[in-house]
């Protein structure tokens, strides 16, 4: 690249070459190198989205680096919820540049950085240094526990480092057809909530599960029907298949019982195939109105009787979002908060901050305590964006038994 430009391969190389914890650091080696950037650092967002935490570059001091800092209302907040950068001035040392760092629509956190001059110029190549850390801070992340440790402000029961672990590592995903963002926030005695979501070539798999209990034994099951669900999904089974996979290895091993959706979206057509056992319905926002999607119920998974699971269809279409959840967001004292009207209030607004305003209001409703898991995954379908519209089968009408 000429002109100054981020050498991104020279850059990468450097990662590389560094310890897997150390991520910030080249990244502030190469701004400084080439903008003589001052006090370089990073600052993750924490696991349940409300702090930040500072991780400086090892050769910067940054004054209480190692406080949370509350997000909400900070111009970190501003940063993440619109994805744009921010400048403003740092009295004599120049000017503080605030760069989102997100991945496929995952917001991991922010670049922060003082420059004492800024342009047009060096403002983009901050921003391609924030989105190449992006990816170097996810790859690195499979071999060191540091940006783990960094995103945690509370101690962790065993119990949540199970539920945490069973997990997608990205609550937000972002693809041509379709954008997705999911948000758990646990009970005080861990309630066995999971979401997973995985993207092959034609298929969106989807699931949402509560497995029965509290603590460690919820966790425990929902191991065993996460591990069922990944197993037979990486084989290649359709959301029937898995149901099944599930089902008996519930029954197998005696553990229980969990509710859950299974869902399958076609990335061409948009028609969903999905298994419903025992789990509350979905909602749907389409044209302005909210809705539940009343999908026929079969048992839940581990139910020790004469048991077969049907598949439903689902066509989406453009500019649908469709709402899974548990019964945590419903029940109890989670029943005071009015997500019908969260869920209109929010229909222009990003996934991310739909789920963010759902939990939100389920938490003020139980005051800041849950007596269950607190689940929600927020589905907005594009349609394939690839293709111009009425050109192809995204266009085709709703199959006879669909919804």
């Avoid at 900070?74 to 921010?86: N, T």
């Avoid at 509560?210 to 990944?230: E, Q």
């Avoid at 999905?274 to 026929?296: S, T």
């Avoid at 019908?340 to 938490?363: K, M, Q, W, Y």
């Amino acid at each position: 690249m000429e002109g100054g430009d981020l050498e991104l391969g020279e850059l990468l190389a450097a990662a590389e070459a560094a310890p897997p914890g150390e991520s910030v650091d080249v990244v502030a080696r190469d701004l400084q190198k080439r903008f003589g950037a001052q006090r370089v650092s990073f600052l993750f967002v924490d696991l349940i989205g409300h702090r930040l935490v500072r991780l400086a570059a090892t050769d910067d001091e940054v004054p209480d680096q190692a406080e949370p800092i509350d997000l909400q209302g900070s111009v970190y907040d501003s940063v993440l919820r619109s994805q744009r950068q921010h400048v403003e001035p740092a009295g004599q040392d120049g000017r503080r540049v605030i760069t989102p760092v997100t991945n496929r629509g995952d917001c991991i956190g922010v670049l922060e950085v003082t420059l004492q001059s800024v342009d047009d110029t060096v403002l983009r190549q901050v921003r391609d240094a924030a989105h190449t850390l992006a990816y170097i801070i996810v790859t690195d992340g499979r071999f060191t526990d540091l940006y783990h440790l960094s995103r945690r402000t509370t101690e962790t029961s065993l119990a949540a480092e199970i539920q945490h672990q069973l997990l997608p590592s990205a609550p937000c995903c972002e693809a041509a057809q379709f954008t997705l963002a999911a948000g758990l926030v646990p009970a005080d005695d861990i309630g066995g909530d999971t979401y997973d979501y995985s993207l092959d070539r034609d298929t969106l798999h989807l699931s949402i599960t509560d497995a029965m209990g509290h603590d460690t034994n919820s966790a425990l099951l929902a191991t065993l029907l996460v591990g069922a669900l990944r197993r037979a999904r990486r084989s290649g089974c359709d959301a029937l298949k898995q149901a099944h996979h599930a089902h008996q290895a519930l029954l197998s091993h005696s553990r229980g019982l969990a509710t859950g959706q299974l869902l399958c979206v076609d990335l061409e057509t948009g028609l969903c195939e999905l298994v419903n056992a025992g789990h509350p319905w979905p909602l749907r926002l389409r044209d302005g109105i909210v809705e539940e999607v009343k999908l026929a119920v079969n048992l839940p998974f581990g139910v020790a009787a004469p048991a077969s699971y049907r598949v439903q269809e689902l066509q989406l279409r453009p500019r649908d979002r469709l709402i899974l959840l548990t019964d945590g967001m419903q029940e109890r004292g989670a029943a005071a908060a009015d997500l019908t009207s969260v869920i209109h209030d929010t229909r222009a607004l990003h996934p991310r901050e739909a789920v963010r305003a759902l939990t939100g209001a389920v938490l003020d409703a139980c005051h800041g305590s849950l007596k269950d898991d607190a689940t929600v995954l927020v589905l907005d379908w594009h349609g394939d964006r690839r293709r111009p519209v009425g050109t192809g089968p995204g266009e085709r009408s709703e199959r006879q038994g669909g919804l």
